[in-house]
């Protein structure tokens, strides 16, 4: 028998695992004002081929085993496809979001009012400026918070608050890159992939301490919104023109599967943007869900 040679290393086995998904149908989508640097009002939209690229995403997210829930959109509120920006939902415990910008603001009700119609845990309407799972990916033992562009620090120390699992703030730096979600994508509990640039260098070195084995994704692959991608375990949904990352997702035992949504790009959004995951606590050990904003309100 001969030792393995260092070169062929086998890529460990991922498993996925059943998500629940919330997604908002793009049936008002177009781009009518400009709030982040992907969006110019004057270039046109193709609402149908919106439609056309978000309906092939539903039905890959069905066929890969996913439970899909869809809230209807609402005329004059163009950017409500963006459903991670709606809430963060993690063990039944909702905190749905307060946006940035009065252009979205009627957004946060508008959210808030569907899952106020839900069986949860608990609901409350974040206080502070808080876009939901833009700049909140929940990382089982910890979440991670962008901070710069749409939240600020008391944002994070409120979802701490609520949620009872440690935030972990990190800098945004580039504005092409407001929210944490277009720079940094959760693929498990213990690997994440972002873009370095993207970050200050304060939360580079703790993205390095916390993740050393981290995939780093290239200008191409963060300007073609690859790190916009959503992981159930093993399969990764993502923009096909992000190819140093598909490729390096490979030789890490994902499997990736390209989803384009250009059109929707228009808006400064991708895959990620578009779907919200209602997280199931994955880590017992931390957090007491139980004991935290156990009432339900609503607004
Ligand atoms: N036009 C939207 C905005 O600027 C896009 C939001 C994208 N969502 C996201 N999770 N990054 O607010």
């Not at 191409?220 to 990764?236: K, Q």
């Not at 943007?273 to 309100?297: I, K, N, Y």
């Amino acid at each position: 028998m001969t030792a393995a040679s260092p070169l062929r290393v086998h890529a460990p086995t991922r498993t996925a695992s059943a998500r629940r998904y919330v997604l908002c149908r793009p049936d008002h989508f177009e781009v009518t004002y400009a709030i982040n640097p992907w969006m110019d009002p004057a270039a046109p939209v193709d609402r149908a081929r919106a439609l056309a690229q978000w309906e092939i995403l539903r039905a890959t997210l069905e066929a890969h085993g996913h439970t899909v829930e869809t809230v209807p959109g609402e005329p004059g509120l163009p950017d409500m496809v963006f459903a991670a920006n709606s809430a963060i939902v993690i063990g039944g415990h909702a905190l749905s979001a307060r946006f940035a910008h009065p252009e979205r603001a009627a957004e946060g009700p508008a959210f808030h009012r569907w899952f106020a119609a839900r069986e949860l845990r608990a609901l409350a309407a974040a206080s502070e400026i808080n876009e939901g799972e833009g700049d909140f990916a929940f990382a089982g033992q910890r979440i991670l918070a962008g901070v710069g562009f749409r939240c600020s620090l008391s944002a994070h120390a409120e979802v701490e608050r609520y949620f009872d699992v440690p935030v972990v703030s990190l800098e945004l730096v580039d504005p092409r890159f407001y929210h944490l979600d277009t720079a940094l994508m959760v693929l498990d509990d213990a690997t994440v992939a972002y873009y370095p640039a993207a970050f200050s260098q304060a939360a580079r070195e703790v993205l390095t301490a916390l993740y050393p084995d981290a995939i780093l994704a290239d200008d191409n692959d963060a300007l073609c919104f690859g790190l916009n991608g959503l992981s159930d375990g093993e399969h990764v949904f993502l923009d096909p023109g992000a190819t140093g990352l598909i490729a390096q997702l490979r030789a890490r035992g994902f499997v990736p599967v390209p989803l384009d949504l250009s059109e929707l790009r228009k808006g400064g959004g991708g895959v990620k943007c578009c779907v919200l995951e209602l997280h199931t606590r994955r880590d017992a050990t931390v957090g007491r869900p139980d004991q935290v904003g156990s009432s339900v309100s609503t607004r």
